[in-house]
């Protein structure tokens, strides 16, 4: 499914990854600035690993000996942020259809109508982005996310800032992401409790470098 050998390096932090994920879900741990951000953004294209490569399903996303880079938005991966990044002029539908006006119906993985009611979301159909609670600003940036069809979706510590209430209103949503949805899914947190709820495979993120947990 996905293989990563590859080194990034950045001022005074190293980054060594050596990866292979055939699971549905697999979930990295680390403390903050262990390089679990720096390690979603060289997968999706945000940063370009100094050596190694990046395949898949069979696909070379970066090889620097063949001088391969593909552009991110030709890796049908999609990165969901620590704060939901909504626009905050148009309402929770437009935001969500903001990701299926990219894509030829024949593309689309999802229907619109299955993703409001998997997430909960019929209730704030009509309301602002900038009404939202963080909670269902998180909710509505996870159905945009599935919505634009990828075929890899990673999460970069999605529950930070809520408290405690709103993460576990929101942690049973990833879990029947994970159970009814046929998306890989990268979970990376500082918080263990929510990989073992999801009953994710996990690796330990440590200095930047990848260990079995």
Request: charged letters at 20%.
């Amino acid at each position: 499914m996905l293989k990563c050998d590859f080194q990034y390096q950045h001022a005074d932090f190293s980054l060594n990854v050596e990866l292979e994920m055939q699971q549905s879900l697999l979930g990295i741990v680390g403390v903050s600035g262990s390089g679990k951000s720096t390690l979603l953004k060289n997968i999706v294209g945000l940063l370009k690993p100094d050596q190694g490569y990046i395949q898949f399903n069979q696909h070379i996303l970066v090889d620097t000996r063949q001088n391969i880079h593909l552009p991110m938005h030709r890796r049908k991966i999609t990165l969901i942020f620590q704060q939901a990044l909504l626009f905050p002029h148009l309402n929770v539908k437009q935001n969500l259809c903001y990701a299926e006006k990219w894509l030829a119906p024949s593309e689309r993985k999802f229907q619109f109508d299955d993703i409001v009611d998997l997430l909960d979301l019929n209730g704030l159909i009509q309301r602002k982005a900038r009404q939202l609670s963080g909670g269902e600003a998180q909710r509505v940036s996870i159905g945009r996310a599935l919505l634009s069809s990828p075929n890899l979706l990673l999460l970069d510590e999605p529950l930070t800032g809520l408290d405690v209430q709103l993460k576990q209103q929101i942690l049973p949503f990833f879990k029947r992401m994970k159970d009814e949805l046929n998306v890989p899914m990268i979970y990376v947190t500082h918080h263990l409790e929510e990989l073992e709820y999801l009953e994710a495979d996990t690796l330990q993120l440590n200095h930047g470098q990848l260990q079995h947990n």
